[in-house]
């Protein structure tokens, strides 16, 4: 069965602080993306990689960066948290090479309250 | 760029009426096209999508979609919802080009009442 794990369903944490949301995956997917899910915004990206150490930046990367050191993980960093960046937090993985499955493999969630 | 919009942000039906989720595109590529479910608490569980062949997909639950290129339309739907079709679904579009980049709509907050 197709898994993608993500560290914590919820987090709360405080204005300043570094945060770091984990994702893993069980695949062998090539790519992974961060989405942040906001209501009436649907899914805006953040960031996605398509292999160790590569990286590319999404509709809204200010205020996040990224690292892929393994295939399997693929961590979100809020260097600085600030109240606006409360929200719900998805990752995803998929196959990068164009004759396999298209769709997108999300996990549960993380729903991150800056305070 | 492709994009996507979703055109109703909540449909409220009673059980076991039919119901119709809107979604339009646009692209100047070729595209697929999927429908996500996302229940209260989860992530997204892909639903249904068209990549080629017939423009008519089916779903396991009973939903359908069908791409229609003309309108660039791909509508969700089900002649008979139930209470646990109670879900958030989002519509979303990617490129035949092989890119990484897929677009999803606002969503639509589907609500079965009894």
């Known amino acids: 069965d197709v898994k993608v794990t993500q560290s914590s369903r919820y987090l709360v944490k405080r204005t300043g602080e570094k945060v770091f949301l984990e994702c893993v995956q069980d695949?062998?997917?090539?790519?992974m993306f961060w989405y942040r899910q906001d209501p009436g915004l649907g899914l805006r990206l953040i960031y996605f990689s398509y292999d160790v150490k590569m990286k590319e930046k999404g509709d809204i990367p200010e205020g996040y960066s990224v690292s892929r050191e393994k295939k399997e993980r693929f961590s979100l960093i809020l260097e600085s948290a600030s109240t606006n960046q409360t929200s719900m937090y998805l990752c995803?993985?998929?196959?990068?090479?164009?004759?396999?499955?298209?769709?997108?493999?999300f996990g549960p969630g993380t729903r991150l309250t800056v305070t | 760029a492709q994009s996507v919009t979703q055109l109703d942000s909540q449909v409220p039906v009673f059980e076991e009426a039919p119901v119709e989720l809107r979604c339009n595109y646009s692209s100047s590529v070729s595209v697929y096209l999927f429908w996500y479910v996302q229940y209260p608490n989860q992530g997204l569980q892909l639903l249904l999508k068209y990549l080629s062949g017939s423009t008519l997909v089916e779903s396991i639950n009973g939903f359908e979609a069908e791409f229609n290129k003309s309108q660039t339309s791909f509508h969700l739907r089900k002649p008979s919802v139930h209470i646990s079709d109670t879900a958030e679904y989002f519509c979303?579009?990617?490129?035949?080009?092989?890119?990484?980049?897929?677009?999803f709509g606002a969503g639509t907050r589907l609500t079965v009442k009894p």
């Open positions: 695949m062998d997917h090539e790519n």
């Open positions: 995803a993985s998929s196959f990068h090479l164009a004759y396999r499955s298209y769709e997108q493999y």
């Open positions: 979303a579009v990617r490129d035949t080009r092989g890119s990484n980049d897929m677009r």
